[in-house]
């Protein structure tokens, strides 16, 4: 039986291992080679693979944040309004896609987004209790829906276009449940 020469073992039935790349030294005998994509250590040093892992708990660091560029004026007054005025077709999704895109990146697009945020919760709240009093009252209050989604119109639109001229807008009335 004659040995593979690759394999370092007598076992024929053992395939033989991948030679390493044109230029690269294998691994020193007892080591595995590094995972697909690491440089092995330079030949006769120990390896060296990097900072050690996350403890328990700590999400593992890698540089700056995506999204962690400045946001232009137009791009700030452009999204603080669709965060307010999306709330007319989307309700609370609109305003949260843009807190949760922006939240981090512009101090302005963060207070006006939660602001909106904060509004949609309250007109959906208003609206689960409006209904609930049209089916308790026979119908006898079948406007209250309608009355606030007007409500919500009037004051989305209003916030939207205080937004495009850079200027914070506060809704008279809103449960502050986001922060």
């Given amino acids: 039986m004659t ?16 030679p390493p790349p ?3 030294q294998p691994p020193p005998y007892g080591q595995q080679p590094p995972p697909y994509g690491q440089q092995p250590p330079p030949y006769g040093q120990p390896p060296q693979y990097g900072q050690q892992p996350p403890q ?6 890698y540089g700056a944040p995506p999204g962690a560029a400045p946001v232009s004026d137009s791009d ?4 603080a309004m669709l965060a307010h005025l999306g709330g ?6 609109a305003p949260l896609i843009v807190w949760a895109i922006y939240k981090d ?30 089916a308790a009252t026979l119908h006898l209050l079948g406007f209250l829906p309608y009355l606030i989604w007007v409500g ?3 004051f989305c639109i209003i916030a939207g276009m ?16 986001v922060k």
């Fill in 22 to 24: 044109y230029g690269q």
């Fill in 76 to 79: 700030r007054k452009m999204w």
């Fill in 162 to 177: 205080a937004a495009n001229r850079g200027e914070a807008y506060r809704y008279p009335f809103a449960l502050r449940l």
């Fill in 56 to 61: 328990y708990g700590q999400a593992p660091q």
């Fill in 105 to 134: 990146r512009d101090q302005f697009l963060k207070d006006q987004s939660t602001e909106a945020l904060n509004f949609q919760i309250t007109v959906l709240i208003g609206y689960l209790a409006a209904v609930i009093l049209t």
């Fill in 152 to 154: 919500n119109l009037v």
């Fill in 88 to 93: 007319i077709i989307l309700g609370f999704i």
């Fill in 3 to 18: 040995e593979n020469p690759q394999s370092g073992s007598g076992d024929p039935n053992v395939p033989p291992a991948a």
